[in-house]
């Protein structure tokens, strides 16, 4: 293995405290924030070992009592400003069993993407009033399934609507909906999802004329995680239900769908710094990421390529700005303007909600140097199974050290390679410092991986098994057994 002789990695200072000695960390280091039973996991070597022999490499743990938390956290800014509020876990964020039976016993609702999402929460339980299906493209077997229970579907174009007018001609019931609404705001960016309100508006007079759509309510879901943009479109969404009430429809909710901001790592010097030195990193110094990958990021400003894994402003207090947030024709504020209406809000988190749920933990397979020489270690994981659509996952993991010959180990550094037969087979893009050294049979532990990380591009390519999923009750180990069993916990 290499030592560290790179220019960035001395600049580098990180806080240790005599508890947490970092066993591993980036050359230019970003700590995660842990939630205790992560801790307790980490600091168990044993257990950590006995659950990768039981259960493969790498392994996903699950503990869900962060998203009562979470929960709390928005519905009290909710009720700080008296407004009727419900909570819809995205469930794209999670594929896991123990995540809806979190949800729905915190009192929460489940925001479903797919046939058999919806026909699995229907198997668990889940009551018909506390689900909508925002799928982006609905097979008519989904619309069948939720006109059949009476699920809310948003509605996203016109041959959509009309597919589901064909199949509502069928049964005597009118059809519960929502019409997914894109901004006629230019501050807003350009979106492929719903339609403007007039073309709403339109549709339903020309098109249903015999009333067989119930309009329940408006949905939207932004890009990003901007707030004020949220409050212009609730102002937005609120206006186009004066225009239904006018058509004898009855919506009783705008629901401002996802992206509600958290954070994964706490100082914000740190977040900063590693910018900082990414953007002075001359071309070709791997001394910060593999082949000085720049993140998508070409000058100072932190990229747009990744989530912004620092934010200050999250969750509870991100929504009471969005209630404070003032019209700008009414001078009144989004609160306001819900209560003076009787609509309640709704949203549809899904990372935020996951916060601090998931923990994936994965075997070194083996340490090598490239043919130049540069330090590896391989793990018994591919890429696909700690990633998002962003361009890399800037957190540091932990390293558990259960492998043998740690006496005779050396300080070193190197990259994480994984199981797909490609070069750029990184499982993640930044460089690591191992301070005692780092051998075949250690563990290293990706934090805070339940909100999209672990599942949403996960493949099993080189039919490689996917990773287990497993919920953890003390050490009580319960298999969540959504992968091969379908719709029952195992
Ligand atoms: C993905 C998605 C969400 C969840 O977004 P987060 O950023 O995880 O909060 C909610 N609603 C819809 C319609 C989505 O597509």
């Not at 996952?393 to 259960?402: G, H, K, N």
Request: hydrophobic share 40%; with cysteine; proline share 5%.
């Amino acid at each position: 293995m290499g030592t560290t002789n790179s220019a960035a990695a001395g600049r580098f200072t990180r806080e240790s405290s005599p508890l947490t000695q970092p066993m591993m960390h980036g050359t230019a280091p970003l700590t995660a924030r842990l939630e205790p039973w992560m801790e307790k996991v980490i600091s168990d070597p044993d257990l950590c070992q006995e659950l990768i022999k039981q259960y493969g490499s790498p392994l996903n743990l699950h503990d869900y009592s962060s998203m009562g938390r979470n929960i709390a956290e928005l519905r009290a800014a909710a009720e700080a400003h008296e407004i009727d509020f419900q909570i819809y876990l995205a469930r794209k964020a999670n594929k896991t069993l123990g995540a809806i039976d979190k949800a729905i016993a915190e009192g929460c609702g489940i925001d479903v993407a797919s046939f058999h999402e919806l026909d699995q929460c229907l198997n668990r339980g889940v009551p018909t009033e506390r689900l909508i299906v925002t799928a982006a493209v609905k097979s008519a077997a989904l619309l069948r399934l939720a006109v059949e229970h009476g699920v809310v579907i948003s509605l996203d174009n016109v041959d959509e609507a009309t597919e589901l007018l064909e199949i509502a001609g069928e049964s005597e019931q009118r059809v519960a909906v929502a019409l997914r609404l894109a901004s006629d705001n230019p501050a807003i960016p350009p979106t492929r999802f719903g339609l403007k309100a007039d073309q709403w508006l339109s549709f339903l007079e020309q098109a249903d004329k015999p009333g067989k759509l119930k309009v329940d309510g408006i949905h939207f879901h932004l890009n990003g995680y901007d707030g004020s943009q949220r409050a212009l479109l609730v102002a937005e969404s609120l206006e186009l239900i004066g225009d239904l009430r006018e058509l004898g429809q009855e919506p009783a909710f705008v629901d401002m769908g996802g992206g509600i901001p958290m954070s994964y790592l706490d100082d914000e010097n740190q977040w900063a710094g590693f910018w900082e030195a990414l953007a002075e990193l001359p071309e070709g110094d791997e001394s910060l990421t593999w082949k000085s990958d720049r993140l998508g990021a070409s000058g100072p400003e932190a990229s747009s390529a990744v989530y912004p894994f620092h934010q200050k402003v999250i969750r509870g207090g991100w929504l009471q700005q969005v209630l404070e947030t003032k019209d700008s024709a009414t001078q009144k504020t989004i609160a306001q303007m819900l209560r003076e209406r009787g609509i309640q809000l709704r949203c549809e988190p899904g990372r935020s909600l996951l916060d601090g749920c998931g923990l994936t933990l994965a075997e070194v397979a083996f340490t090598k140097t490239r043919s130049d020489g540069a330090p590896l270690v391989g793990l018994h994981m591919n890429r696909t199974q700690c990633r998002s659509t962003s361009a890399d996952f800037l957190l540091d993991p932990l390293l558990i050290p259960t492998g043998s010959g740690r006496q005779e180990r050396e300080p070193c550094d190197g990259f994480l390679v994984g199981a797909y037969c490609i070069e750029e087979e990184l499982i993640l893009r930044r460089r690591f410092e191992f301070p005692l050294g780092v051998g075949k049979g250690d563990i290293v532990a990706f934090p805070n991986t339940g909100g999209y990380l672990m599942h949403i591009i996960e493949s099993a390519s080189h039919q490689l098994p996917l990773a287990k999923n497993v919920r953890l009750e003390g050490r009580e180990t319960i298999l969540d057994g959504i992968d091969e069993a379908g719709a029952s916990l195992r």
